[in-house]
């Protein structure tokens, strides 16, 4: 969140001080854009609108960015959490996505 809001804190720098907004609120619609798909259409409107065009397409791109690295990390992490105990077993690939399989189902009835 605070790398989001460091992004646009430099995008609303760029602009005019009497007419920059406020750096939270375009935190805020950039992150409702980059998360709302298609339904935050009005939300990148409104960035646009704030920041301009161009500002709001750097910004996003920016975003879309940290966001994809975030993603990521965390999956990478869930994943090497997943497969710590397969690897201990010295398990060859194969097998390991079997024994996932097992272990979500086994999870979803718990």
Not at 27 to 54: D, F, K, N, P, Y
Request: glycine residues 10%.
């Amino acid at each position: 969140r605070r790398e989001l809001e460091e992004y646009a804190e430099d995008e609303v720098r760029e602009l005019d001080r009497n007419l920059a907004p406020d750096p939270g609120v375009v935190a805020g619609l950039v992150a409702t854009v980059l998360l709302g798909g298609r339904r935050a259409r009005v939300a990148g409107e409104r960035l646009a609108e704030r920041i301009g065009a161009h500002g709001a397409l750097r910004l996003r791109d920016r975003g879309g960015r940290l966001l994809e690295e975030h993603v990521d990390r965390v999956m990478h992490v869930e994943r090497e959490r997943r497969l710590a105990p397969l690897d201990g077993l010295e398990v060859h690939p194969e097998p390991q996505a079997e024994l996932i399989a097992a272990l979500s189902v086994l999870q979803k009835e718990r």
